[in-house]
């Protein structure tokens, strides 16, 4: 069983959709949970950021953990075509600086 | 967040020469640095870990001696592609994580790509 999984699947959405993305994970040990979103041919950049469970909204992105089910998920309201990326769940141990990465989600928002 | 420049941001080059990538973290010290390769729609793979003033860790089934890490100080990190070859083309990325993070969080470059011609 990988560490990360995320289920790699296109998904292509109207605008003003709902995007709806997740992991799930083995290692209980996990502490940070990173979703990354990466334009085409570039870098990964850092979109949300939360420790432990719980939930964290930042304007139309809200991140949830739920730790006891091993799971984390990202919304996207009102998607916009700049939306459009591939996200990646990360997550890491404390004290420990390595990232686990999920395969990524290429989503399409279609204008 | 924090800004992490890499340079050249893509590079052509004959096969057997070598090419080396910088990394730079451009607001804040960064005590590790980490470098990727990502190939076409695949996910990052961790090629090494670097600490500032020390070797870095390899990752398994990568060869130290053809990927030359350097981290000589708090901002800056190197690749080394040495003897490069055609299956040395892909995506690069650089990642700091350093004081200020601590807790996970890595700031990616923009990335290099390497063509070996």
């Known amino acids: 069983q990988k560490e990360v999984e995320q289920d790699p699947g296109p998904l292509s959405v109207p605008e003003g959709a709902i995007v709806s993305l997740n992991c799930t994970y083995s290692?209980?040990?996990?502490?940070?949970f990173m979703w990354y979103r990466q334009y085409s041919r570039k870098g990964p950049e850092l979109l949300m950021y939360?420790?432990?469970?719980g939930n964290k909204e930042d304007g139309r992105f809200t991140a949830q953990v739920d730790k006891s089910s091993k799971y984390i998920s990202l919304f996207i309201r009102d998607s916009q075509p700049s939306d459009s990326a591939t996200y990646l769940c990360?997550?890491?141990?404390?004290?420990?600086?390595?990232?686990?990465f999920g395969k990524g989600n290429q989503v399409v928002v279609i204008p | 967040g924090a800004v992490v420049s890499q340079h050249p941001s893509w590079v052509i080059c004959k096969s057997g020469t070598s090419v080396k990538i910088e990394c730079r973290s451009l607001?804040?010290?960064?005590?590790?640095m980490f470098w990727y390769r990502q190939f076409p729609k695949q996910s990052l793979m961790l090629m090494a870990t670097?600490?500032?003033?020390?070797?870095?860790?390899?990752e398994q089934g990568v060869e130290k001696d053809k990927f030359l890490i350097n981290h000589a100080s708090l901002t800056l990190s190197t690749l080394t592609v040495t003897s490069a070859h055609p299956e040395d083309s892909s995506f690069y990325i650089c990642?700091?994580?350093?004081?200020?993070?601590?807790?996970?969080?890595?700031?990616f470059g923009p990335g290099t790509r390497l063509t070996v011609l």
């Open positions: 990642s700091a994580g350093g004081r200020t993070s601590g807790r996970g969080e890595q700031f």
């Open positions: 290692n209980s040990a996990f502490q940070y």
């Open positions: 939360t420790y432990s469970s």
């Open positions: 990360a997550m890491s141990a404390r004290g420990n600086n390595r990232l686990a």
């Open positions: 607001d804040f010290q960064a005590t590790t």
């Open positions: 670097s600490n500032e003033g020390s070797k870095a860790t390899y």
